[in-house]
């Protein structure tokens, strides 16, 4: 059915910069919010970033002048630039989205890993 695939993880050093990408795939009619999330070892869950359909957007404090996210209706695909990468940054990213089947249900991604070290 529904799925959602994470890509763009990886190692990097301090300072750099990434760009993730989730891709939905299925009987899609639509898709509303978009959102990605992670989680560090030993740590809970955290949103990192949202947009709605409309381009509306919404971040973390620990995010905001560094990360930007975007999305592409046409290819059913979220992005989430990622720049001036800090140590603390580092956990597996996870894409999140509310799909139309036309019923609407929530969907998580199978995650992407990002460690940022020296």
């Known amino acids: 059915q529904v799925q959602l695939v994470e890509s763009g993880g990886g190692l990097v050093q301090p300072g750099e910069s990434l760009r993730l990408s989730c891709a939905a795939s299925g009987n899609i009619f639509g898709i509303n919010n978009m959102a990605w999330y992670r989680q560090a070892p030993g740590k809970q869950r955290e949103l990192v970033a949202r947009i709605t359909r409309s381009g509306s957007t919404n971040y973390t404090d620990s995010v905001k002048g560094r990360f930007t996210i975007s999305r592409d209706n046409a290819k059913n695909t979220v992005y989430l630039q990622m720049n001036t990468l800090k140590p603390e940054d580092t956990a597996v990213y996870y894409c999140?989205?509310?799909?139309?089947?036309?019923?609407?249900?929530?969907?998580w991604g199978q995650g992407t890993q990002v460690t940022v070290s020296s």
């Open positions: 999140n989205a509310d799909i139309w089947t036309p019923h609407i249900l929530n969907y």
